[in-house]
């Protein structure tokens, strides 16, 4: 849906050039969240409002729907893109109705329609409107104050949201429960969302991928469970910290790494969810290891059994991330996990 391709963007300031963003290509498939990380200044704000054309590409091409962005009318492009920025950006003199209302209200929505719309939306981000719908933003917490910006960006339902650091300026509670909610709301309406973060549990729990960044390059593209499992380079590994035994064995589903069913395998004994972890599978079966048997079936979201690991497998799959991990200096993470 979104495609880059050796986008690269220089700054000209007092004489130099500054390179911001150094030859980056970047697929974001359609219902996807693509998190982009990184260190401060390594160009992932430039990187996403290059996708609304905020900033004008130096070389390179940036494709929405295999259509040369710059070959669409800008008015248009943006309409068709939600953004959500730090600090929700609210207009103080504006009811929170109207702020959520105001892309509506250019594009000539009558009254109605518009305060409907505002109303559904504000729903849907956990607002009651009959409680919020008139207040200004300066009456909002901050964490209410990012749900309008999230409930504006999504007004005249863009197929695309980008959102820069929506979470950056609220306490860690409230950032915990935000990030929950967008995580709902996602699933409800499957937007594809580029989302900027400094914070890498937020890109772990959000992500569909991840996208690290440093120095205006892509340092490494990929599932969570891939920059856990195979980080690229030491960099990748010391950006995301200590905890990257715990985070594999949470980001690592046992559809990841099951396998298919070696024939002779009576039926029967446990039948866990892909889905789940490999951690939360640890637990479970810590909790009914007598079940256990030979090995685990892994199964869809109704039980039918899709996968198979034995009993080995699975405990060498926690082996080789612990083992990852102990390579990492520093690492008492490995020591602290009771399975
Ligand atoms: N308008 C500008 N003029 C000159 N240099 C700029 C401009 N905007 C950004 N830069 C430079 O481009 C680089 C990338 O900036 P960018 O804002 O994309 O970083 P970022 O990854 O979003 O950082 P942060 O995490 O701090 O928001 C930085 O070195 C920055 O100083
Ligand atoms: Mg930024």
């Known amino acids: 849906m979104i495609t880059l391709e050796h986008v690269s963007k220089t700054f000209t300031s007092h004489g130099r050039t500054v390179p911001a963003v150094d030859d980056i290509s970047l697929e974001v498939g359609e219902g996807e969240l693509h998190v982009l990380i990184g260190p401060s200044g390594s160009g992932k704000t430039t990187t996403m409002r290059m996708i609304n054309r905020l900033e004008t590409l130096t070389t390179g091409r940036i494709l929405i729907d295999g259509r040369d962005i710059q070959t669409l009318n800008v008015v248009e492009l943006r309409r068709g893109i939600g953004y959500v920025i730090q600090q929700g950006g609210l207009f ?3 009811t929170v109705a109207d702020n959520v209302a105001i892309v509506p209200r250019l594009l000539g929505w009558p009254r109605q329609k518009r305060r409907q719309r505002a109303e559904e939306l504000l729903a849907l981000v956990g607002l009651p409107p009959e409680q919020f719908a008139d207040r200004y933003p300066r009456e ?3 964490g ?5 910006g999230v409930a504006r960006a999504l007004a005249v339902d863009p197929p695309i949201v980008l959102m820069d650091e929506p979470f950056g300026a609220v306490d860690p509670i409230t950032r915990k429960q935000l990030q929950r909610e967008l995580r709902r709301i996602q699933e409800e309406v499957r937007k594809t969302i580029v989302f900027v973060t400094h914070d890498i549990a937020e890109a772990f729990l959000l992500g569909d ?4 960044m440093a120095e205006g390059r892509i340092v490494q593209n990929g599932a969570p469970s891939d920059l856990l499992r195979n980080p690229a380079d030491p960099f990748v590994t010391a950006f995301i ?3 990257r035994g715990l985070r594999a064995l949470q980001f690592t589903s046992l559809g990841d790494v099951a396998q298919p069913v070696p024939p002779g395998v009576p039926p029967g ?8 972890s490999i951690l939360d599978a640890g637990r479970e079966l810590g909790i009914h290891g007598d079940a256990i048997g030979e090995g685990i079936w892994v199964g869809d979201d109704v039980g039918n059994p899709t996968g198979y690991l034995t009993y080995q497998q699975f405990a060498a799959v926690l082996g080789e991330t612990l083992a990852a991990d102990a390579e990492a200096p520093h690492d008492e993470t490995a020591h602290a996990i009771h399975l």
């Not at 004994?269 to 789940?276: I, Y």
């Open 144 to 148: 209410q104050q990012q749900r309008v």
């Open 92 to 94: 103080p003199h504006f």
């Open 209 to 212: 991928r991840i996208v690290l």
């Open 140 to 142: 909002l917490s901050g």
């Open 241 to 243: 910290g200590e905890d």
């Open 269 to 276: 004994g446990m039948v866990l969810p892909g889905t789940l």
